[in-house]
């Protein structure tokens, strides 16, 4: 089994964990399938366990705008909902929405990892979103929960505490 104590003071949550939390939520579920990732259909549900578990478990859940600006899209693209649906998977998520705590990752900072010299060079083919969480693990001292395999690997090469929620979290239990 994998020591998940890094997690305990704080996690960085990565759009996926968030995306499948949020419509385990919305409409009892109806939706989650359909962002399910790689996860298996008959661990969806244990999985969804364990990311509320986690969730109180953990001091701190941070979030970048970057993150939210993703799951959004997500819930848009792959959940199909546009405007009402949209408007009520918020409202489904209200309570646990409120308690993320926002972490501040300013572009110039992204940017900043973007360039030749700098010393995330492994970061520069990340996407916006990866990058903050990176950026907000270090700032935060928190671990990333994700599922994005490439983001942690990353973040075990630079030394920064990283989970992935099916392969860590749910099947190493």
Same mark, same amino acid.
């Given at each position: 089994?994998?020591?998940? +104590?890094?997690?305990?003071? &704080?996690? =960085?949550?990565?759009?996926?964990?968030?995306?499948? %939390?949020?419509? +385990?939520a919305?409409?009892? !579920?109806?939706?989650?399938?359909? *962002?399910?990732?790689?996860?298996?259909?008959?661990?969806?549900?244990?999985?969804?366990?364990?990311?509320?578990?986690? #969730? /109180?478990?953990?001091?701190? =859940? #941070? *979030?970048?705008? %970057? =993150?939210?600006? $993703? #799951?959004?899209?997500?819930?848009?693209?792959?959940?199909?909902?546009? &405007? $009402? !649906?949209?408007?009520?998977?918020?409202?489904?998520?209200?309570?646990?929405?409120?308690?993320?705590?926002?972490?501040?990752? !300013?572009?110039?900072? =992204?940017? &900043?990892?973007? &360039? *030749?010299? /700098?010393?995330? +060079?492994?970061?520069?083919?990340?996407?916006?979103?990866?990058?903050?969480?990176?950026?907000s693990?270090?700032?935060?001292?928190?671990?990333?929960?994700?599922?994005? $395999?490439?983001?942690?690997?990353?973040?075990?090469?630079?030394?920064?505490p990283?989970?992935?929620?099916?392969?860590?979290?749910?099947?190493? #239990?």
């Open positions: 089994t994998m020591d998940l +104590s890094p997690m305990r003071t &704080g996690i =960085v949550i990565d759009t996926g964990p968030l995306t499948l %939390y949020a419509f +385990s919305f409409q009892s !579920g109806r939706y989650l399938p359909r *962002v399910r990732s790689n996860i298996p259909q008959q661990d969806l549900s244990g999985v969804t366990h364990i990311i509320q578990n986690i #969730f /109180s478990l953990t001091r701190r =859940v #941070f *979030v970048t705008a %970057y =993150v939210m600006a $993703e #799951f959004h899209a997500i819930a848009r693209a792959r959940g199909g909902l546009n &405007g $009402e !649906g949209l408007t009520q998977l918020v409202a489904d998520n209200m309570e646990m929405l409120t308690k993320l705590e926002e972490s501040q990752v !300013g572009k110039d900072d =992204v940017l &900043g990892t973007k &360039g *030749v010299h /700098s010393r995330f +060079s492994e970061a520069r083919e990340l996407c916006f979103a990866d990058t903050s969480i990176i950026l693990c270090q700032q935060k001292d928190a671990a990333v929960l994700s599922m994005d $395999e490439r983001l942690i690997a990353l973040c075990r090469k630079l030394n920064l990283a989970f992935h929620l099916y392969y860590d979290c749910y099947l190493s #239990f």
